[in-house]
């Protein structure tokens, strides 16, 4: 695997979370696989299951427990034995979720995975360096997880792979021009800071065009996007005022001037884009049927068993089933060897082929340009192309 130069990118955009039941069938620790006496392996579940981010929770957890089902063949076991596994709320809140998860060690938890939360993921990362435990971090996108310790893991992408993916729009960077236009917010400054370093660290001119949270004219930025005559124009935004901006960008002829490129979220926004929808170029992690492989495939029929759809953070839950499965296969209960059975690890999933990357547990995973199109139910995401797990890996962070 090509080893990137030392670098570890800013961390900024967090999304994603789960929420689930706990399933599964028991074993003795340290015993032989097929007796039927071992103990369980205590899987701790940390997420936001109330709140704000819980529509993002529905998402992973069904994909977790499709992931679960494929990885164990249906049993729920790992040869033979037993994940007993539990679910906690975080409440978005990370102090919170540290009270739980020391709750959930002390109780004989060898694993933890999941939360939505960025900030909420670190400080589960310092509990499991502290305690000397697996985690396993959910879709939270920070860059700032990886490499935070060697106990920690990702089952999902980080906010380097999405910028890195909006810039495979313009091909090499070097002596391109950037304009992000996000709003003047923690998110928004977030973002621009994340494309100064990704984009900006590759050649490109980056400028950010930020607006008060409060603004409903957005005509003037527009013209400020037009005379910045940039290469490509990266859009982060949040909120009710979602819908005002991408009409006043269409209407100032914005679309037509130059590249407009935002990240696609969950199901719930395809229709959030009005009559700019077939003008946004899009960056994608995941949407359904993006991928075309046979383990999406087995993810979806089993999704649609159990009433669901496949949605952005779906193979979030997925991989971090096939992560716990192979770490218990593997490692048993020793964590270290735990460990070392995922370090290194490449295996198929959903999106494809996917690697652990040894030296800093970064999740190397193909990305997507899609674009969206008017259908009979609305529009829908259709895949313009993949992009190689290679061409957006993070630079190994040290």
Request: aromatic share 8%; glycine share 12%.
């Amino acid at each position: 695997m090509r080893v990137a130069p030392k670098y570890l990118a800013p961390a900024f955009v967090a999304v994603a979370a789960l929420t689930l039941v706990g399933c599964a069938p028991t074993t003795t620790a340290g015993g032989d696989a097929d007796t039927g006496d071992a103990a369980p392996v205590a899987i701790g579940m940390i997420t936001s299951q109330t709140g704000p981010l819980a529509a993002y929770g529905e998402a992973y957890t069904a994909g977790f427990e499709a992931g679960l089902d494929y990885a164990t063949d249906g049993t729920g076991a790992v040869d033979g034995r037993e994940l007993d596994i539990t679910w906690a709320d975080d409440q978005g809140n990370p102090d919170t979720a540290v009270a739980k998860a020391k709750d959930l060690i002390g109780q004989g938890t060898s694993v933890l995975a999941g939360t939505v939360v960025s900030g909420i993921a670190v400080s589960l990362a310092e509990q499991a360096e502290q305690n000397e435990i697996l985690y396993i971090s959910g879709p939270a996108a920070a860059d700032a997880i990886t490499g935070v310790n060697e106990y920690t893991f990702r089952s999902g992408r980080q906010t380097y792979q999405d910028v890195a993916t909006a810039g495979t729009f313009i091909g090499d960077p070097e002596g391109k021009k950037v304009v992000v236009f996000a709003q003047d917010t923690a998110f928004g400054q977030g973002n621009l800071a994340g494309v100064e370093a990704v984009l900006g660290g590759q050649g490109a001119e980056v400028q950010g065009v930020l607006v008060a949270e409060d603004a409903t004219e957005f005509t003037p930025f527009a013209q400020q996007l037009l005379d910045a005559d940039a290469d490509l124009v990266f859009v982060a935004w949040a909120g009710a005022s979602s819908g005002a901006m991408w009409t006043s960008l269409q209407q100032q002829g914005v679309f037509d001037a130059v590249p407009v490129v935002t990240g696609l979220g969950d199901v719930a926004t395809y229709q959030a884009y009005g009559d700019a929808s077939s003008e946004i170029s899009f960056l994608n992690h995941y949407f359904g049927g993006a991928a075309g492989t046979d383990v999406e495939a087995a993810m979806i029929e089993r999704l649609e068993e159990d009433g669901a759809e496949p949605d952005l953070f779906s193979v979030d839950g997925f991989v971090a089933a096939q992560m716990i499965v192979q770490a218990v296969r593997e490692g048993g209960d020793d964590v270290a060897a735990m460990i070392e059975a995922l370090e290194g690890w490449t295996f198929e999933s959903v999106k494809g082929e996917i690697t652990v990357r040894a030296e800093d547990h970064a999740l190397i995973q193909p990305m997507y340009q899609v674009k969206l199109v008017d259908g009979a139910d609305g529009w829908a995401p259709e895949l313009v192309d993949t992009v190689d797990a290679e061409d957006v890996a993070p630079p190994v962070a040290g």
